[in-house]
């Protein structure tokens, strides 16, 4: 009659971490079947004849630096922690999170200026700015949240390359999609339009989404047994080369990306829309496209190389964990922003005034800014209630993400901006409030007060 026992493992925390388990527990001669739950760090397994030693299952996996307890020795784990891996991960991820506000804060990623007539080098420099900034947060941060489950699925493979051909894939998708959706654009031209609640929604939809996962990284145990995966039998079945399933799941993925937008990738598909050309507007998305794959291939390329010493994968999975957390929430403030409602952005200026009433010239109200890529000059306006206002931008010769300001309760549609040139919006404020003002994607904003 077979036995059952279960063992507590220190190390396992990955969803990759199970599968290995259990197949090289199924090598052992006597050994019938096993259940590995990197949740709970346990090992359940049945078994004919004499139940393995613990210390010899530990010696199997020196390698991977697992640790096999008995039930009696489990307390172990707890007294024997050194280091706290959560505060040593959130160390790390916080020096890459003020690296990248500062970046967006310098305005760099608003520096390279593009139009239908650039050329395509412009478009992969571009790409190459939104890598480092607003699309690592959107889509770097999917690929992180998505790692985990890729190297779950990709983990009975041997070599480097093997593990990383989910990303690769993730890639192609990505760029493919990228340059067939181009020429979509360049043809049907402006009959296509992306609304911007539109856009929203889809973007705090995933963020949360990605909030989900993130607090799974960090070992929020309430979320666990809400994994997003699929069963393991449907993994497994995925996994085989065979069925050649694996390999559809990223490169889906990354197609679908096209319809994840960062403000850089609106810059991108305005301009493929405004060619009007299907070659052109292909050959726009695409080195575009090109110029982002660099950093979400280095993020896929980290997550692989962690999945090789799995006893750093829970140090990984939280600095990971934080990342994504972090991106998510800076992604539903932008979104907040472009929404119009207050947000964290109304917190850090919250000192911001106007003293002096705009001049009005010919009845209106007249009011000037210069938008650029690292902000608005000046970013709070005073204007009166009832009376017409002549708002003049001066577009800066790289205006970034700035490309267009929105206020959805002062005026409806965006404020399309031309480098180096002014554009004109009229509108007339009907009721006394602050009114927020931001470019397309809500990280550059500004007020508008309007007092009766």
């Not at 090598?27 to 090992?43: D, H, L, M, R, W």
């Not at 299952?57 to 280091?83: C, G, P, Q």
């Not at 007020?447 to 009766?452: A, H, M, Q």
Request: glycine share 8%; charged share 15%.
């Amino acid at each position: 009659m077979n036995k059952e026992y279960t063992y507590f493992v220190k190390g396992m925390h990955c969803a990759s971490c199970e599968v290995l388990v259990e197949k090289k527990l199924l090598e052992i001669k006597g050994i019938k079947s096993v259940e590995a739950g990197a949740t709970k760090g346990q090992v359940t397994i049945e078994y004919e004849g004499e139940r393995p030693n613990h210390h010899h299952l530990t010696s199997l996996f020196k390698e991977e630096n697992y640790t096999f307890f008995d039930r009696l020795e489990e307390e172990n784990i707890k007294t024997n922690k050194s280091v706290n891996p959560t505060l040593f991960a959130f160390n790390i991820a916080l020096f890459i999170i003020i690296a990248f506000l500062i970046l967006n804060k310098s305005g760099v990623p608003g520096s390279l200026g593009v139009s239908s007539s650039s050329s395509l080098f412009a478009f992969f420099g571009l790409g190459l700015l939104a890598g480092f900034s607003s699309c690592a947060a959107l889509v770097g941060g999917i690929v992180l949240s998505m790692s985990k489950q890729w190297q779950g699925i990709y983990s009975d493979k041997n070599t480097a390359y093997e593990k990383f051909q989910p990303h690769l894939l993730f890639n192609a998708g990505r760029i493919i999609s990228y340059a067939v959706f181009g020429a979509v654009l360049g043809i049907i031209g402006s009959k296509l339009q992306i609304s911007l609640a539109f856009t929203s929604f889809l973007v705090v939809t995933v963020s949360f989404l990605m909030i989900a996962l993130s607090l799974q990284m960090l070992g929020v145990k309430s979320l666990r047994k809400f994994q997003f995966a699929l069963p393991k039998s449907i993994t497994r079945y995925i996994a085989n080369e065979n069925n050649f399933k694996a390999k559809q799941m990223p490169f889906m993925m990354g197609a679908a990306t096209f319809f994840l937008p960062c403000g850089f990738t609106i810059i991108a598909q305005g301009i493929a829309l405004l060619s009007g050309n299907w070659l052109q507007g292909s050959l726009i998305m695409l080195f575009f496209a090109l110029g982002t794959a660099p950093m979400l291939l280095a993020i896929g390329l980290s997550s692989v190389k962690f999945s090789f010493k799995p006893h750093l994968a829970e140090k990984f999975s939280k600095v990971a964990g934080f990342l994504v957390l972090f991106f998510a929430l800076y992604n539903i403030n932008s979104q907040i922003n472009v929404l119009g409602y207050k947000s964290l952005n109304n917190v850090l200026s919250f000192n911001q005034t106007a003293d002096n009433l705009p001049l009005v010239v010919s009845g209106k109200q007249v009011i000037k800014m210069a938008a650029s890529g690292s902000g608005n000059n000046p970013n709070y306006f005073k204007v009166r209630a009832g009376v017409p206002v002549r708002w003049e931008i001066t577009a800066t010769n790289s205006p970034g993400c700035n490309s267009s300001i929105i206020s959805r309760n002062l005026f409806s549609g965006p404020v399309d901006l031309t480098p180096g040139q002014v554009s004109i919006k009229e509108f007339t404020p009907q009721k006394p409030g602050k009114y927020k003002f931001s470019c397309s994607m809500g990280m550059i904003t500004g007020i508008i007060e309007v007092v009766s």
